[in-house]
Each structure stands twice: as structure tokens, then as C-alpha cells.
């Protein structure tokens, strides 16, 4: 499962970092998996640059909002579907500016198509086109070729086996063939199966795992009626939805997926295959790769057992890959962590151990506690300002009431974080203050504060607490779970 939460649009480019937000979302999957696309821009004519963000608003509906660089403001979402299932979907843009969505409708689990008509700088949403309705469908792909074809790669459930399979339209979505006709079968069924479609070079590539034993590939040019024979790129275990394919303008095909042992990748030159190259080992998700000039970029999260999702980005060498960096700066573990008790008048570095995953090691050795009495306070620090906090804690409190301020250069401003207040209550807390970086209060700045220089946000006791609480884990790190690429990154 993955867990519902706000949707937003950013840049990722640490020159110019934003976030904007969008909405929060009930839905189980916002913004779908790794194969699938929700961030689309214009790419030419009087709106270039205008994206339009896809994203799964409720467990039946899914929604468009629209911005114009800088991205400080969105528009009033439409609705693209309001019978959708709560599971993943696809959405393509045409050099037109046109939308192409296939989801899957609520109840019957069929797959069904939508068309998003571009005009005026607005998108409207056409009439619902059911594409198939025999078996039971998910994780919808969507695929337009130079020739103008609309494909859809998707998984349907048959006698208890899942299988890949494509569909075509030739008329821009308005015909797809018999409800009862499946198209071309890519596989021959296994316990789970999902696939991603693109196209290179005049030809169609359909990639897919498959039982969790697998990645492989089944190919056809344009216009043929066979597919060639599967072409296995990896097998062993732990192969699921978590992989990506993205096509380069030189030719290139770039896979990233996850295994049993971390995150690798493989390119296609158009005639042959690299190797099998190591990512990173470890607990790793939510793959996208991205091709910028003639470097391959792969985006991926590192997970942390306590739903912590840290968004990284490696370019591929020569040799192996880059160093990991942070997509944005201000979503990582704090620069610092301190903890201050009234009492005795001290603060106390606590930044490696609320970086830890380690359980109650975030405390003012003075009360053997995160926070007591009036006047403690634990202060939160980076090197840019930044908009959210996640707080676990090993003992919660109770009693106690305690005020979030920042640094206004005059003194400690209070505010009201904007997912409502909280005073370390509850075992484990996402504290978001304000909802995106255009919110973030103007006069916020750095201060030193005990020979360390931040932007600091602060919890500080109003009440004394009757029951103190002790931390476990502090950080900036979101619990993000899925993310959308258009463009260069």
C-alpha cells in the first residue's frame, strides 16, 4: 500500500528548487507507480511550458490542475474521470497539447480511456471510451508512436494468472476495438505482471516483470503485426512494479528496476545491451530515469523503515555511478538537532541520533527526555529554509502544550503549522508547517545558536508536560512515495 498525501509540483534543479502545493489526496496511490506519467508540459506553440499535473484526487477520482512557470499558483482542478478505481493510471501529451488518460473504472476493474482536448490554453474532457471489459484490468500504460497511434500496455487477471497486454486505437482514441477483444497478449500468465511501453527509433518496446522472477521485453516495429520473441534483461527475485523506461533523442533506451538486492540498470545503444550495473543495494523504490543532453539521470527514494523516503538522483559514468545527491536539499536529515532544558540552561547536539533509526535516543541528558518543562524546546535546523518535519518518538507525551516559532531577525515568531497543531501526542507525527515553499514567511532567517548557524524552527513548552516525551526519530525527510518526471530534470 502506499500511503495518501498531499500532491505537488517542483522543480529539481538545486539552482532553483520550488514546491508547490497542489491538494491532499485520499486516494491509495496519488501519483501512481514508477511506469506511469502525471506531470505533462506543453511542449509548444502560444502555451508552451504550460504543465498540467494527473493526479488521483479520491479513491474514485482524478483530477488536472494546471500551472505557468514559476509555479506559484495553480488553477481549479477539472475532473478527468469520477469513476475511477483506487489504483494506478496513465496519461500521455501529444506535441498538440492533448491528454490522453487510461485508468480503470470502479467496480468492474475495466479499462477505459479518456481524452483531454487542448484548446485556449484549457484542457476539457471528452466522453469515456471503454477500451476493455473482459477481464479484470489494472496499471494502465499509455504510448503514442510518430505515426500517431495510441497504445495502452496493461495487466489483466484471467482463470487466477496475470497477463500483458496491448491495445491500439488508429482514430486518436475513439475506436480500440471489441470490449471483449484483449489485443495482443505479451506474456504467457504468472502470479503478477505489470508493464511499461515506449517507443525508439521506429520501434514499439514493451518491458514488463513478471511473477517477480523477472524483467523482460517483447519489441515490433511500427506497423508490423508480430512481436519478436521475449528478451529477458534480468531474473531472480523480487522484480515488481518499481522499474522505469525512458527513451533517449539519440537512440538510447534506459531501464531502471528493483530486485532482491537494490536498485540496477541496464541501457539499450540501440544495438546491444550494457550490463547489469549497481545502483545501490539496499531498501530502494519508486525508480524513474531521466535523460538530460547525453547523460542518463536515475531518480529513485531511499526507504527507511519508518516510512521515511529520501528522493535521490545518480548520473551514470563511465564507470558505475555518481555519488547520490539529494533532489531537494531542504527534504533530507537536519543540519542539526538540538535539544534545549530550561533547567540547567544547555543544549545538547542530538543530530546523529534523530538521524538514527535507533529508539529513545533523543533526549536532554538533564530529564532523561525530549521536553519537560516550560521553556525547553527542541530546535530543528537547515541550511535553506524548509516547510515540513517528521517526529517519532519512543514515549509520547501528555500534558504538555508546546508553540512552533521561527526566527523573524528580531526575535521567535509563533506559528500555526499548517496540518494543524501538535505537541508530540501521538507516536509518530508529519509536521508540515506551511504547505509549500511559496508559503514559507518572508522574513525567515538564519541565526547562531549555540555555535551553529541555521534556519531554525522551534518547539518550545508552554504547558509542562505530565508524561515527558523521548525521541526516536527527527528529520526532514517526507514520506514521499511516488513521483512524476516531464522533461529535463
Known amino acids: 500500500m502506499r500511503k495518501s498525501g498531499p500532491a505537488a ?3 529539481t534543479r538545486r539552482e532553483d528548487a520550488m514546491l508547490k502545493f497542489i491538494a491532499l489526496s485520499s486516494a491509495q496511490y496519488p501519483l501512481g507507480i514508477p511506469p506511469g506519467k502525471k506531470c505533462l508540459t ?35 482542478p477539472i ?17 498538440s497539447g492533448h491528454i490522453y488518460v487510461a485508468y480503470i473504472v470502479a467496480g468492474t476493474y475495466d479499462l477505459a480511456f479518456v481524452k483531454l482536448s487542448f484548446s485556449g ?27 500517431g497511434q495510441l497504445w495502452i500496455a496493461y495487466t489483466r487477471l484471467n482463470g487466477g494468472l496475470y497477463y500483458v497486454s496491448v491495445k491500439v486505437s488508429s482514430d486518436d482514441g475513439v475506436n480500440w476495438g471489441s470490449v471483449s477483444d484483449p489485443g495482443d497478449t505479451l506474456t504467457s500468465g504468472a502470479t503478477s505482471a ?32 508480430l512481436w519478436d520473441s521475449e528478451i529477458i534483461l534480468a531474473s531472480g527475485g523480487g522484480f515488481n512494479e518499481w522499474f522505469s523506461v525512458a527513451a533517449g533523442k539519440d537512440g538510447r533506451i534506459g531501464v531502471a528496476y528493483v530486485n532482491a538486492s537494490g536498485l540496477r540498470f541496464r541501457e539499450y545503444s540501440g544495438s546491444t545491451w550494457t550490463a547489469e550495473a549497481v545502483v545501490e543495494d539496499g531498501a530502494l523504490s519508486a525508480p524513474a530515469v531521466a535523460y538530460r543532453g547525453g547523460d542518463a539521470f536515475v531518480l529513485y527514494t531511499r526507504d527507511s523503515s519508518d516510512g521515511r523516503h529520501l528522493l535521490l538522483a545518480k548520473r551514470k559514468e563511465a564507470a558505475g555511478f555518481s555519488t547520490a545527491v539529494a533532489v531537494d536539499s531542504r527534504k533530507t536529515d537536519l543540519k ?16 546523529v541520533e534523530a538521524a538514527s533509526e535507533s529508539a529513545g535516543d533523543v533526549l536532554h541528558s538533564a530529564s532523561s527526555a525530549l521536553l519537560d518543562a516550560v521553556g525547553d524546546a527542541v530546535y530543528f535546523g537547515q541550511d535553506e529554509p524548509f516547510n515540513a518535519v517528521y517526529v517519532r518518538l519512543s514515549a509520547i507525551g501528555a500534558g504538555g502544550e508546546v508553540v512552533w516559532k521561527y526566527w523573524d531577525g528580531q526575535g521567535w515568531k509563533a506559528t500555526t503549522p499548517y496540518s494543524g497543531t501538535w505537541s ?8 508540515l508547517l506551511w504547505p509549500d515553499y511559496h508559503s514559507i514567511p518572508a522574513d525567515w532567517q538564519k541565526r547562531d545558536l549555540s555555535g551553529h548557524s541555521c534556519y531554525w524552527l522551534a518547539a518550545s513548552v508552554t504547558a509542562a508536560f505530565s508524561t515527558p516525551p523521548v525521541g526516536s526519530r527527527l528529520t526532514a525527510i517526507t514520506g514521499v512515495t511516488a513521483f512524476s518526471l516531464q522533461g529535463e530534470i
Open 121 to 147: 490554453g484549457v484542457w476539457t474532457a471528452g466522453t469515456k471510451v471503454s477500451v476493455f471489459t473482459a477481464d479484470e484490468c489494472s496499471q494502465p500504460n499509455m504510448c503514442c508512436l510518430t505515426t
Open 424 to 431: 508530540f501526542s501521538s507516536s509518530e507525527q508529519d509536521i
Open 9 to 11: 509540483i517542483g522543480r
Open 79 to 95: 475532473d478527468v474521470a469520477v469513476d475511477a478505481a483506487d489504483t494506478p493510471f496513465d496519461a500521455f501529451m501529444s506535441a
Open 42 to 76: 506543453v511542449p509548444g506553440g502560444p502555451y508552451a511550458g504550460r504543465t498540467a499535473v494527473l493526479y488521483a484526487a479520491s479513491p474514485s477520482s482524478i483530477k488536472l490542475v494546471a500551472a505557468d512557470a514559476p509555479y506559484t499558483a495553480v488553477t481549479s
Open 336 to 351: 542539526k538537532l538540538l535539544v534545549y532544558n530550561a533547567a540547567v540552561g544547555s543544549y545538547q547536539d542530538k543530530t
Open 194 to 225: 505489470c508493464a511499461s511501453m515506449v517507443e525508439q527509433s521506429l520501434c514499439q518496446y514493451v518491458f514488463y516483470t513478471e511473477g517477480g522472477a523477472k524483467l523482460a521485453y517483447r519489441t515490433k516495429a511500427n506497423g508490423a503485426i
